[in-house]
Structures are given as structure tokens and as C-alpha cells.
């Protein structure tokens, strides 16, 4: 699956490499990014965090976790993790971008692009995606993505020592 390669017109979608470890650190240390974002995402973001990751998602067998290349480096990630037991025919799908290249339709993109793969290739019935209330720009891509909202789950997640709603959107094959 090495050669996996997703080519849009704003960005790629690959495998992650060791070599994108330098512009992982460099857009993933941002409060910008990691305020939206589960606390298991570290803040400050450092290389030890960067090797910890693509030690883990470089020798994946079912590739789920890609690097969002725009301009030949790394600048987000976006991935699905499939489930199991009854809910085996879903998947969570999640995605990050360095805030230099928010606005330009790049996330969206990706979103649209690695949904129509996951469901195809995993024969999925349902990807879903959380977001926390605040978060309208990611509400949003999600929403032009083609995902619907489901639900709020009323004071579901504390982020920074504040309860937020928690927008729950899918989208069904």
C-alpha cells in the first residue's frame, strides 16, 4: 500500500515518510491546531512526539493515516480508524491542518477525496466525525464534504478546563 497516492488540485494524500518529520513538528506545534483538537494531540508538539507518531502509522498493514502534502511537505494529516464488533461497516474519520494554509479549500478537498476512498475501498456504510462546538471551520468542511449533523452531545468533552458540545456529522453510502 506503500504506493498509495491521492493527487488533488490543492494537496496530495500519502503514506506518511520519516522525512516529513521536520514539517510535522513545524505545523503540529501550534496552539491554533491542537486547540480543537483530543488531548492524546500533544501541546507543545516535539520531535519525540513526531517519532512517536510515524513510528506508529509508517509500518501500518491497513494504511489509515496519511500526511496532507501541499508543495511537496507535510502541512496536516487526515486518517480513519475503522471499527469493530457491530459497528465493523463505520468509521471515525479525522483530520488536522497547519494553520498556514487554512482558507484555501485544502481540508475540504482531503476530506471529500479520503471519504470516497474509505468508504470504497473498505466497503463502509458510514464515516462519522466529531467536533467540538466551537470549532465552526472544521464544522464546516465537514458540511461541504457532504456530511450531515446528526447530533450535540451536550457538555461531552472538556477541553483546556471548559465543557464543550460535541457536533457529531456522518455521512452514510
Given amino acids: 500500500m506503500e504506493s498509495f497516492e491521492l493527487r488533488l488540485a490543492t ?27 483530543r488531548d492524546r494531540f500533544p501541546h507543545p508538539y516535539t520531535e519525540a512526539d513526531a517519532d512517536a507518531w510515524l513510528s506508529k502509522v509508517i509500518p501500518q498493514q491497513v494504511q489509515a493515516s496519511f500526511a496532507i502534502v501541499v508543495g511537496g511537505e507535510a502541512v496536516g ?19 488536522w491542518l497547519g494553520e498556514d494554509y487554512w482558507g484555501k479549500g ?8 479520503l471519504s470516497e476512498y474509505a468508504m470504497h475501498e473498505f466497503n463502509l456504510c458510514r464515516l ?3 467536533v467540538f462546538s466551537p470549532n465552526r471551520a472544521s464544522a464546516r468542511v465537514l458540511e461541504k464534504a457532504g ?4 447530533g450535540i452531545l451536550k457538555k461531552a468533552v472538556i477541553k ?5 458540545d460535541l457536533l457529531v456529522y456522518a455521512k452514510v453510502n
Fill in 11 to 37: 494537496c496530495t494524500i500519502r503514506p506518511w515518510k520519516w522525512s516529513d518529520k521536520n514539517s510535522l513538528v513545524r505545523h503540529a506545534n501550534n496552539l491554533n491546531v491542537t486547540r480543537m483538537l
Fill in 77 to 95: 494529516a487526515i486518517g480513519f480508524i475503522p471499527q469493530a464488533d457491530v459497528y465493523r461497516l463505520s468509521a471515525e474519520i479525522g483530520f
Fill in 106 to 113: 485544502i481540508t475540504t478537498e482531503a476530506v471529500r477525496a
Fill in 128 to 130: 462519522y466525525a466529531h
Fill in 147 to 150: 456530511y450531515t449533523l446528526e
Fill in 160 to 164: 483546556d478546563g471548559e465543557m464543550l
